[in-house]
């Protein structure tokens, strides 16, 4: 906003959340302070303060708003490899694409209501397919870590480039591995394991 500062107590959480997933979504999240967003907002930097609790409190929250429309698979729990191999899919090209989601997965352990939500119904297809709970999370846990880990890679991998001529057919094999295809060979590889 320009010019004038917004009455006293008309922002929101909700405001707020969506200012900065406006930011988020232009690929401004790494430069997004709460000075930045206030001045968005038109207020002062210390009335946001009444919302929220800071910067990361805000990510968490823009992050599990666009993880909510982005997670679910559209085949159906009975062709349960299928099912779990696009929901791992939907994660990690959401994590890809949305860096300000990445920084948060990698931060610390998800437990926003759309990362429950997931988390839940994953545990759900996957006790209905293997032989009890225990071995369920054990690969509700695998899947997860596969999953982030492989995105992070990928993440950090699409902003490398090799600029020299003459490269290392070791080192473009080790890039060519952060390849959707490579991600779906070593998750059903991961998935096969978990059935022995």
């Not at 009444?50 to 805000?58: E, L, Q």
């Not at 009890?132 to 695998?142: F, G, I, L």
């Amino acid at each position: 906003m320009t010019g004038n500062r917004a009455a006293w107590g008309t922002i929101s959480r909700d405001q707020i959340v969506a200012a900065a997933t406006r930011i988020v979504r232009a690929g401004a999240y790494e430069n997004m302070t709460m000075r930045s967003l206030a001045l968005e907002l038109g207020v002062s930097p210390m009335s946001l303060y009444r919302h929220v609790r800071d910067k990361d409190d805000i990510l968490d929250e823009v992050v599990d708003r666009l993880l909510a429309r982005a997670w679910r698979p559209s085949s159906n729990h009975v062709e349960w490899e299928k099912w779990i191999t696009s929901a791992a899919d939907k994660l990690r090209r959401f994590l890809v694409a949305e860096p300000a989601a990445l920084h948060v997965y990698l931060r610390h352990p998800v437990v926003t209501p759309a990362a429950i939500s997931r988390m839940n119904a994953m545990m759900d297809v996957l006790r209905g397919a293997l032989p009890d709970d225990d071995t369920a999370r054990r690969a509700y846990a695998a899947i997860h870590t596969y999953t982030v880990g492989f995105a992070a890679l990928e993440f950090s991998r699409s902003r490398w480039s090799d600029s020299s001529d003459n490269a290392d057919d070791l080192v473009v094999q080790l890039a060519s591995y952060t390849t959707r295809e490579q991600f779906i060979d070593g998750l059903h590889a991961l998935i096969r394991g978990l059935q022995c």
